[in-house]
């Protein structure tokens, strides 16, 4: 690792680490790698309701593998959905790590939904997390940060700019606000020392696609493969690096070339 890549003595703080095969996880694993503390947040609850499940040691195992990489790794359940959670989550990451330099927005939630099916119940549930919490948890994370220089707030994005995402109204709606909020909170905290980005991983292979999809979405992506969580993470990790320094309030596609 070239120093300027190194997160020795950093805390990383990552939501939406349920699963090993997700994009959270594979964050985790690179922010360990480059020498972070990684506190990850997972909510088993949203997963088991989901086609591709969890199990329920899998936070356990994500936890054994990063601290295998020779940095402390600390985890809790949390529901994000709560606003009264967030401030708590902060806290505990501070009593068991202490002042954490890197927060990566990660957790989402996300149900195929079209203005046919919209409801009030719904869109409140894609917004409490999408965009609530990743409001409310930033802007607490800015407020506690007092290390002057090299914090870093990372938001996962999901392209929704590069062309309508028929099918997915209330989450395509509620991602497009973390990008609005990522370029003005940018602005309002360059001068505490922190930079504020967003990563759209565009499709990303986490479980989900069967043989069908992929077949379908490879003609889309000119490298030959479709996009996987170690990609996105690996973006996340130069963001969280003093490399990135220069690099704020930037919405960044890394999707591969996909052709849409």
Same mark, same amino acid.
């Not at 990372?154 to 062309?163: E, K, R």
């Not at 990609?231 to 003093?242: I, N, T």
């Given at each position: *690792?070239?120093?300027?890549?190194?997160?020795?003595?950093?805390?990383?703080?990552?939501?939406?680490?349920?699963?090993?095969?997700?994009?959270?996880? =594979?964050?985790?694993?690179?922010? +360990?790698?480059?020498?972070?503390?990684?506190?990850?947040?997972?909510?088993?609850?949203? /997963?088991?309701? *989901?086609?591709?499940?969890? /199990?329920?040691?899998?936070?356990?195992?994500?936890? !054994? !593998?990063? #601290?295998?990489?020779?940095?402390?790794?600390?985890?809790? !359940?949390?529901?994000?959905?709560?606003?009264?959670?967030?401030?708590?989550?902060?806290?505990?990451?501070? !009593?068991?790590?202490?002042?954490? =330099?890197?927060?990566?927005?990660?957790?989402?939630?996300?149900?195929?939904?079209?203005?046919?099916?919209?409801?009030?119940?719904?869109?409140? +549930?894609?917004?409490?997390?999408?965009?609530?919490?990743?409001?409310?948890?930033?802007?607490?994370?800015?407020?506690?940060?007092?290390?002057?220089?090299?914090?870093?707030?990372?938001?996962?994005?999901?392209?929704?700019?590069?062309?309508?995402?028929?099918?997915?109204?209330?989450? =395509?709606?509620?991602?497009?606000?973390?990008?609005?909020?990522?370029?003005?909170?940018?602005?309002?905290?360059?001068?505490?020392?922190?930079?504020?980005?967003?990563?759209?991983?565009?499709?990303? /292979?986490?479980?989900?696609?069967?043989?069908?999809?992929?077949?379908?979405?490879?003609?889309?992506?000119? *490298?030959?493969?479709?996009?996987?969580?170690?990609?996105?993470? #690996?973006?996340?990790?130069?963001?969280?690096?003093?490399?990135?320094?220069?690099?704020?309030?930037?919405?960044?596609?890394?999707?591969?070339?996909?052709?849409?």
């Amino acid at each position: *690792m070239v120093p300027q890549l190194s997160l020795a003595g950093r805390i990383a703080v990552v939501t939406g680490a349920s699963r090993k095969i997700g994009i959270g996880a =594979a964050i985790c694993r690179a922010l +360990a790698e480059a020498g972070a503390d990684v506190f990850f947040t997972y909510w088993t609850g949203y /997963d088991k309701t *989901m086609p591709w499940g969890v /199990d329920e040691d899998e936070p356990a195992r994500l936890q !054994e !593998e990063i #601290r295998s990489c020779g940095v402390r790794c600390e985890r809790v !359940e949390v529901d994000l959905s709560d606003p009264q959670a967030l401030p708590l989550l902060l806290d505990s990451v501070e !009593e068991r790590l202490g002042a954490p =330099a890197i927060l990566v927005n990660n957790a989402c939630y996300s149900v195929n939904d079209g203005y046919e099916q919209l409801t009030a119940e719904l869109l409140d +549930a894609h917004y409490a997390v999408n965009v609530r919490a990743t409001a409310l948890l930033s802007a607490e994370f800015a407020r506690r940060f007092g290390l002057g220089q090299g914090g870093r707030i990372i938001n996962l994005a999901t392209g929704q700019a590069q062309a309508p995402m028929i099918g997915e109204i209330a989450y =395509a709606s509620t991602k497009a606000a973390v990008e609005t909020f990522t370029r003005i909170l940018a602005a309002e905290v360059a001068n505490k020392g922190i930079t504020v980005n967003a990563v759209n991983p565009g499709p990303t /292979d986490t479980g989900w696609m069967n043989d069908e999809l992929t077949e379908h979405l490879l003609p889309h992506f000119p *490298m030959g493969r479709v996009g996987q969580p170690q990609d996105a993470a #690996r973006l996340v990790r130069f963001l969280a690096s003093d490399e990135a320094e220069w690099v704020t309030g930037q919405i960044i596609h890394s999707e591969g070339g996909f052709l849409r």
